[in-house]
């Protein structure tokens, strides 16, 4: 498991290196500001006997975002406290369950996509025994994601699905279309791209609204607009993307 520091005096441990332009400068709020707002007063929150007080789930469709927001809680929390970070559905093929053990001393645990490995055995014991750590024997602090909510999720272990529910719940809200053209041209700005309104909207035709497929795209754009140093044109999109 790779370690860096992070930009302040506490430590961000990886499974892997998190983007840098996934931040809150980049995250478009949309219907989700709220959810934003409660999550940025829970990470600041004194610390907490309860468990219930301590979990927080964010649940929504795919490419709702919930990874990007999780990235940029992350880096932010790493500036003050120690952080751990897991994506799930990347670690579940190559990895061993017994990656929880001792997570229980960082500050703050962050597993994403959880529903991955919650139908498998292995995996459902060590998340409920690392739960039951954090109830027991810490003022850590657990945020999770997951494509539904924590009384729809399905596990191996209906004991873990019980711990679940203690969690704090919020719903990620999908972009509109509007809203995804802004990200576009956000995450553009932040490569040093320039994504007129125009070329945005033809993208989004185009390519489909899937934010992850968008952003994809996007990196390819611009590692083709650097190598041929050309601007981001619609007839330029057309000829790398083949499309």
């Given at each position: 498991?790779?370690?860096?520091?992070?930009?302040?005096?506490?430590?961000?441990?990886?499974?892997?290196?998190?983007?840098?332009?996934?931040?809150?400068?980049?995250?478009?709020?949309?219907?989700?500001?709220q959810?934003?707002?409660?999550?940025?007063?829970?990470?600041?929150?004194?610390?907490?006997?309860?468990?219930?007080?301590?979990?927080?789930?964010?649940?929504?469709?795919?490419?709702?975002?919930?990874?990007?927001?999780?990235?940029?809680?992350?880096?932010?929390?790493?500036?003050?406290?120690?952080?751990m970070?897991?994506?799930?559905?990347?670690?579940?093929?190559?990895?061993?369950?017994?990656?929880?053990?001792?997570?229980?001393?960082?500050?703050?645990?962050?597993?994403?996509?959880?529903?991955?490995?919650?139908?498998?055995?292995?995996?459902?014991?060590?998340?409920?025994?690392?739960?039951?750590?954090?109830?027991d024997?810490?003022?850590?602090?657990?945020?999770?994601?997951?494509?539904?909510?924590?009384?729809?999720?399905?596990?191996?272990?209906?004991?873990?699905?019980?711990?679940?529910?203690?969690?704090?719940?919020?719903?990620?809200?999908?972009?509109t279309?509007?809203?995804?053209?802004?990200?576009?041209?956000?995450?553009?700005?932040?490569?040093?791209?320039?994504?007129?309104?125009?070329?945005?909207?033809?993208?989004?035709?185009r390519?489909?609204?899937?934010?992850?497929?968008?952003?994809?795209?996007?990196?390819?754009?611009?590692?083709?607009?650097?190598?041929?140093?050309?601007?981001l044109?619609?007839?330029?999109?057309?000829?790398?993307?083949?499309?």
């Open positions: 498991m790779a370690e860096t520091r992070s930009a302040g005096p506490q430590q961000l441990a990886l499974a892997v290196q998190l983007p840098d332009d996934e931040t809150f400068v980049t995250f478009i709020e949309g219907a989700n500001g959810t934003l707002s409660m999550l940025k007063n829970w990470l600041h929150q004194p610390p907490q006997d309860s468990i219930s007080a301590r979990m927080s789930l964010v649940w929504g469709a795919q490419a709702a975002g919930k990874s990007h927001l999780l990235h940029a809680l992350c880096a932010a929390a790493a500036e003050r406290l120690t952080v970070y897991m994506p799930l559905r990347e670690l579940a093929g190559q990895a061993s369950p017994a990656m929880f053990e001792g997570l229980e001393h960082y500050d703050l645990i962050c597993l994403d996509d959880i529903d991955e490995v919650l139908q498998q055995q292995q995996w459902a014991e060590a998340l409920f025994a690392l739960i039951n750590r954090l109830t024997h810490s003022r850590s602090l657990l945020l999770i994601t997951a494509s539904q909510s924590s009384q729809h999720l399905q596990a191996a272990l209906n004991d873990l699905l019980s711990r679940l529910q203690w969690a704090a719940t919020y719903h990620l809200e999908p972009l279309d509007e809203q995804k053209r802004e990200a576009l041209i956000v995450r553009a700005e932040q490569r040093g791209l320039e994504l007129g309104d125009e070329v945005a909207r033809f993208m989004l035709l390519l489909g609204r899937d934010m992850r497929d968008l952003m994809q795209c996007l990196e390819r754009l611009d590692r083709a607009s650097m190598a041929q140093k050309r601007r044109t619609i007839p330029f999109i057309k000829q790398v993307l083949a499309i």
